[in-house]
């Protein structure tokens, strides 16, 4: 049997550790490599080229969604799954559109991690069965009648990977000299984004956009 390779990302020690040792377990899937943020589960990927990731949405600097967006984008042959702890439809679909090919509720039974496992790596999609069932028909019916960007949330669609990207860092509290050294551009073209991203969403303060990146799920609440 062929072995798929695995890269895990989460930012809960916990959460890996379990997921790893239920991989063990199951024939034909190994870990590679593990992230607790989006923008180290980037770079293990470029380094290790798995077949398959499984990506939290609420991670530091550079969020599970963004992070499925860019391999969707550079990577298509990567198969994404979502871990999550959201089952409302705004999470799924922003999943879905996001180019990712699973979506596991972090609740499900163990048994579900196989099933996805499985199915994402045979081409497939797989949804955690408690989603409901209209989530994923108004998807599609979105999709073959108006268009996969009708699917997107509002304002979200409007800004680049890189104004998301920065859009996250503003919402974890990091200043504009910080943002400015993570990314290592200067802090004149961060000012110039951020005010790119309040021109384009309409927020005219730093809480607003705090605000609007926990409703669309860039950040966590906890975070």
């Known amino acids: 049997m062929q072995t798929n390779k695995v890269l ?5 020690t916990l959460v890996r550790a379990g997921i790893r040792s239920l991989l063990k377990n199951i024939p034909g899937f190994e870990v590679v490599a593990e992230a607790d943020n989006g923008r180290d589960a ?4 470029e ?16 969020n599970g969604l963004e992070v499925a967006a860019r391999l969707n984008k550079e990577h298509p042959e990567i198969h994404v799954i979502i871990l999550s702890m959201h089952s409302s439809e705004e999470y799924v679909l922003q999943a879905l559109r996001a ?19 499985r199915s994402v790596s045979r081409g497939e999609t797989y949804l955690s069965p408690s989603i409901s069932k209209h989530v994923v028909d108004d998807y599609l019916r979105r ?15 409007e800004l680049t990977s890189r104004q998301r ?11 504009t000299k910080e943002i400015a050294e993570k990314l290592i551009l200067s ?34 609440p906890e975070k």
């Open 42 to 45: 980037l770079k293990l990927i």
């Open 143 to 157: 999709v073959s009648s108006k268009g996969d960007d009708k699917v997107s949330l509002p304002g979200l669609q």
């Open 99 to 117: 180019g990712a090919s699973g979506y596991l509720l972090k609740d499900s039974a163990p048994t579900e991690l196989e099933l996805a496992l």
């Open 187 to 220: 802090v004149k073209t961060i000012e110039s984004h951020r005010i790119q991203l309040m021109e384009r969403l309409g927020i005219h303060d730093i809480a607003g956009l705090v605000r609007y990146a926990i409703r669309m799920g860039i950040v966590s």
């Open 165 to 175: 990207e920065i859009l996250q860092l503003i919402a974890e509290g990091n200043s």
């Open 47 to 62: 380094q290790h080229h798995p077949d398959l990731v499984l990506l939290d949405i609420a991670m530091s600097e550079l």
């Open 8 to 12: 895990l990302a989460d930012d809960h």
